[in-house]
């Protein structure tokens, strides 16, 4: 498949494969919809094969690259749906009796991913111990296929897979080469659920980066004490539609927070498999990300 950007496809297809990715559409009604924007020689159908996400190209720190070590996990989930499964990763020189930060990476709202494990990976080749759950771990794990994983999302408990979450961030803010120093960073879903552990988890959480996420609700900002950073995209009108009250709850609350707004850019352009990928502010987004975790978590 020939990798397309957002300037080759009409934005409103992009907005309405959002809506489709989100569930407010069908496959069915997503197809219709774009028909009337299918040029000659492409039909709904190929269109919507391009929009999809090739995996192959999220691969920059493959499993076995000799600077991390992987493995998969069991954490228990008591208040949750008893485990949760997901990939943590380690810097391979990390010695034995040394600390490092740790970081909880969560999915988009299909599972975990080979991008996610992949964002994983790539935090661990700068030093620290991240662990990329999976919220899907009670129906079997993510399917191997993103449409077969939204499907399932949907059977699962959304009280019982943020107490999955929230679990996951405690153990892994306990292991023992941890340094006591916690922080998350989510996609989309995981946007959502990085501000939800920043409400639930308060003094225990040092940094928080959401990617284009819903907000928690603003009788819950109070309860935020770790530093925020805020990535949202200018094209995401789903999501920009709740920053404002986000920001004047933060603002109330005297909570430390930064937001950028990327121009241009569409809800998951951080994602390097979909045409919705914006290079520039994909890599401008993740080395403020980088810059963050390093004032808080080392």
Not at 37 to 53: D, Q, Y
Request: hydrophobic letters at 40%; a positive charge.
């Amino acid at each position: 498949m020939n990798r397309k950007t957002a300037d080759q496809i009409p934005q409103e297809v992009l907005n309405l494969f959002d809506r489709y990715v989100h569930g407010d559409i069908s496959r069915r009604a997503f197809l219709d919809s774009i028909k009337t924007f299918a040029v000659t020689g492409i039909t709904a159908a190929a269109l919507f094969e391009s929009l999809r996400p090739n995996y192959a190209w999220a691969i920059q720190v493959p499993k076995d690259d000799k600077r991390i070590k992987v493995e998969t996990v069991s954490v228990p989930s008591n208040d949750g749906n008893g485990t949760i499964k997901g990939q943590l990763a380690l810097p391979a020189k990390l010695a034995k009796g040394k600390k490092a930060g740790v970081i909880l990476v969560v999915h988009e709202n299909r599972g975990l991913n080979p991008y996610i494990e992949d964002v994983g990976r790539r935090l661990a080749t700068e030093g620290y111990i991240t662990f990329s759950p999976d919220g899907l771990t009670s129906v079997g794990g993510y399917p191997g296929d993103d449409e077969k994983g939204v499907e399932l999302f949907k059977t699962v408990d959304a009280e019982k897979m943020a107490n999955d979450f929230l679990a996951a961030s405690l153990w892994l803010k306990k292991r023992a080469d941890s340094n006591g120093k916690l922080g998350v960073v989510g996609f989309c879903f995981g946007g959502g659920i990085a501000n939800t552990l920043a409400v639930r988890l308060g003094s225990e959480l040092n940094a928080a980066v959401p990617f284009y996420g819903l907000q928690p609700k603003a009788a819950d900002v109070a309860k935020i004490k770790a530093p925020l950073l805020v990535h949202d995209a200018s094209l995401d009108e789903r999501i920009m539609a709740g920053w404002p009250a986000y920001e004047t709850a933060l603002k109330a609350a005297h909570t430390t927070y930064t937001h950028h707004l990327y121009e241009g850019a569409n809800h998951g352009f951080h994602n390097d498999t979909t045409p919705r990928y914006d290079e520039k502010a994909a890599k401008l987004a993740w080395s403020r990300t980088l810059d963050f975790f390093k004032k808080y978590l080392n």
